[in-house]
């Protein structure tokens, strides 16, 4: 994909170690945005920024707005855990804190292989343009659902 719209082989490496390096400091220095936004609008604002670059991916043929998006878009990969993780650490009981978090895991990881293989199936179909476009999709109606759940069940306070 990247290749086809001019991104040169060689710099695909680089892009990697630059996006693992944004993902080391936005996971180190994610706690920081709980001082200014509550749990669920930081939920919510980093699904839509990963949303938001998903089409950028999907939409724009620039090799360096292709590349500046990727290495943004690795950079925020798991960087909600730690907020996440915070919030059961401090709103669960230690009793079923491990439950909670194996239970987590367990879930993501399954979700991750069904998506992975319905993901696969759209990109094999419509290409991959149309699969990250759907990808954002995904993520901007989980997030505003989420949102909006969070909010009206007041179940974070």
Known sequence: YFVERGVH???LGYVLAIGAVVNYVLVRNMYRLERYMSFEKIMLFVNLAHAALYVVLANFS??????AGFVLLKGLFNSLIPIISD???????PSVRATILSGM???QSLVQIVFRLGLAYIVGRLGVAFGL???????IVG???AYWYMQRCGCIG
């Open 9 to 11: 082989d060689a710099s």
């Open 62 to 67: 620039q090799p360096f707005v292709l590349l």
């Open 87 to 93: 919030y059961i650490q401090v709103n669960s009981t």
């Open 105 to 107: 895991s367990f879930v």
């Open 133 to 139: 476009n759907m990808q954002a999709a995904y993520l």
């Open 143 to 145: 997030a505003v659902f």
